[in-house]
């Protein structure tokens, strides 16, 4: 069975750095295709592609973050870590990670989801 | 930046077609990808590669392109596919990108 699971704070202050961790089981990052990507959502708004990466550690970053986003992958832990920067209260939104078997496969698996809140 | 557009909202009688379309001028070159969502829920894949259905998605969800159009067709609504529909493709440079989402209301 494979799931996912996000974790990380809830709350953050403006200007901090914020860390996710997407932590996972049944499948391995390892395996040729394999690729995990970081998603966010508003509340009350649209879908908001992040970043990628893929088994063989090549990164792909949404063009209007990628100076702030950093996406790496820890096999050994099946773990992939966002780190974005300068946290702003525009960014309270809910962050999911999903795994794509494939390239062309889409996002068949989510996480649950980590509510995150940029508040002083 | 690359833009896939949505109609914000569909409404139909159960047992009626739902379409929801999606507009990207690179959608004849990229594939495009369909989740639904409902509320307080992660998304759900239900179409990839613009007309594929994974395993345990009904029949009754299916997908088209046709030029830099892309559509979700759901025939036979049920009140239980009252969701928010998303596309989701890339741009010409392989970035992915999300629409901004149709909410599906069954009457």
């Known amino acids: 069975q494979v799931t996912l699971r996000e974790s990380g704070p809830a709350l953050v202050k403006p200007t901090q750095t914020l860390t996710l961790t997407c932590t996972f089981s049944g499948f391995s990052l390892s395996t040729s295709g394999m690729c995990v990507s970081w998603i966010r959502q508003p509340p009350g708004k649209a879908l908001e592609w992040l970043a990628l990466?893929?088994?063989?550690?090549?990164?792909y970053y949404s063009t209007s973050l990628k100076t702030r986003l950093t996406i790496s992958k820890d096999t050994s832990k099946n773990q992939v870590v966002l780190t974005m920067t300068n946290m702003d209260p525009v960014d309270t939104a809910t962050y999911y990670c999903?795994?794509?078997?494939?390239?062309?496969?889409?996002?068949?698996?989510w996480g649950q989801g980590t509510t995150v809140t940029v508040s002083s | 930046s690359y833009e896939l557009t949505q109609p914000p909202s569909v409404s139909v009688s159960p047992g009626q077609t739902a379409r929801i379309t999606c507009s990207g001028d690179?959608?004849?070159?990229?594939?495009a990808y369909w989740y639904q969502q409902k509320p307080g829920q992660a998304p759900v894949l239900v179409i990839y590669k613009d007309s594929e259905r994974p395993s345990g998605i009904p029949e009754r969800f299916s997908g088209s392109s046709s030029g830099t159009t892309v559509t979700l067709t759901i025939s036979g609504v049920q009140a239980e596919d009252e969701a928010d529909y998303y596309c989701?493709?890339?741009?010409?440079?392989?970035?992915?990108?999300f629409g901004g989402g149709t909410k599906l209301t069954v009457l």
């Open positions: 989701q493709s890339a741009d010409s440079s392989g970035l992915w990108v």
């Open positions: 999903a795994r794509i078997p494939e390239a062309a496969n889409g996002m068949d698996v």
């Open positions: 690179a959608l004849p070159k990229q594939y």
């Open positions: 990466i893929d088994w063989d550690d090549d990164k």
